[in-house]
């Protein structure tokens, strides 16, 4: 398995602003990804954060609104930009350790734009 | 478009019984499914892998994988209300990427 530490665990914050989620893991990684997931429905990805390289995003997701960094194996960011109501999700850093492995969760970050 | 299908639900079971969860995938040449719980408000758990054809048991879990059919299920014997949660269906395709698809999950409801 994988200890994985993501911070914050919820906030609340104003529309227009920036939430930045922190997501450290206990040791080295294959893969880290970012999830969203809307009350009611499932997991939606994001993008696939690449050590030392821009993010690989999936459609309908763009690095200016969701720009995320990578700088080791172990340690990932993702930013909120200009949020806005319907940014209010859950959102959820995985992980794998090899390639078609089991992915691993953190605790998420529940986030309302007021 | 590779697809994971879920029955969303609710599945209601008694207390003592076998529930019995389905997922199909679009994709014949996939290796890898996983099962996931999660509770309300939490983020997923893994509770179960399987990559070959048949049954795998943990526990008072059995995961089965039939790739002719596309399809994997999960059955959990003796059903508690601590097993009420949603449980995710995920597949990691072939052809070179290593990310799971996630199906939408069906809810399941342990009754005393």
């Known amino acids: 398995s994988a200890v994985i530490s993501q911070k914050p665990s919820r906030d609340i914050c104003q529309r227009g602003t920036s939430l930045t989620i922190q997501c450290q893991v206990d040791?080295?990684?294959?893969?880290m990804f970012w999830y969203r997931q809307q009350p009611g429905q499932s997991l939606t990805l994001i993008a696939t954060?690449?050590?030392?390289?821009?993010?690989?995003?999936e459609s309908g997701f763009v690095i200016d609104k969701f720009p995320i960094s990578r700088p080791n194996l172990t340690f990932s960011t993702l930013t909120v930009s200009n949020m806005s109501p319907e940014d209010s999700s859950i959102y959820l850093c995985?992980?794998?350790?090899?390639?078609?492995?089991?992915?691993?969760f953190g605790q998420g970050t529940r986030l309302t734009v007021v | 478009q590779k697809e994971v299908e879920q029955n969303s639900g609710p599945l209601s079971v008694p207390e003592g019984a076998i529930a019995s969860l389905n997922c199909t995938y679009s994709?014949?040449?996939?290796?890898?499914f996983f099962w996931y719980r999660q509770y309300s408000g939490k983020s997923p758990e893994l509770i179960m892998s399987i990559y070959s054809n048949g049954d795998k048991e943990d526990g008072r879990f059995t995961a089965q994988l039939n790739k002719a059919s596309q399809y994997v299920s999960l059955l959990i014997r003796d059903s508690q209300p601590s097993d009420s949660a949603t449980y995710l269906c995920?597949?990691?395709?072939?052809?070179?990427?290593?990310?799971?698809?996630f199906g939408r999950g069906t809810s399941l409801i342990v009754h005393p």
């Open positions: 954060a690449n050590q030392g390289s821009e993010a690989t995003y």
């Open positions: 994709d014949r040449v996939s290796q890898s």
């Open positions: 040791s080295q990684v294959t893969m």
């Open positions: 995985s992980v794998i350790r090899d390639s078609r492995t089991e992915a691993f």
């Open positions: 995920a597949v990691i395709f072939s052809g070179g990427s290593y990310i799971p698809t």
